[in-house]
Each structure stands twice: as C-alpha cells, then as structure tokens.
C-alpha cells in the first residue's frame, strides 16, 4: 500500500481499542471503513473537526456503539 501513497499500514487491532469515552484524540480527516463495529466505533471518535467517513460494510459487527458527539461536537459527516 505504500506505493500508492499510504505513510503507514495500522493494524486492525490498533483501530479496535476500547474505550467508554465518546470522544477520543483526533487522528483522521477522512476515512473508509469497510469492516464496521469496533473500528468504526473507533474512527468515529478519532475524526478530526469536519471530518467525513464512509462506511461501506459491516464484516465485523453490524453493531455500532456509539454517541451523536462526533458528529455535533466536530461536524463529522
């Protein structure tokens, strides 16, 4: 993936942390996220202010626990 442009690989672990906070440190200004449950839960509350997310597929969970804090407090789309 580095050839395409990619600065680093994260592994899907790193995206699945588990945390009761409804929002955590601000990582992306744009994601594509094709395995839903934990790691959209989690790029959903690292996006940065304004950020936009698309969610395409759910191969991990179809659950998705989350709060309406991203997308009021940092306008996430």
């Not at 442009?5 to 906070?21: C, H, M, N, P, T």
């Amino acid at each position: 993936m580095t050839e395409l442009g990619a600065k680093r690989i994260i592994s899907r672990e790193e995206l699945q942390e588990i945390s009761s906070k409804p929002l955590l440190k601000t990582i992306w200004a744009a994601a594509i996220d094709c395995v839903g449950g934990k790691t959209l839960s989690h790029i959903l509350k690292t996006m940065k202010r304004g950020g936009a997310v698309v969610a395409t597929g759910n191969v991990s969970s179809s659950d998705l626990v989350t709060t309406v804090y991203p997308f009021i407090l940092r306008g996430v789309n």
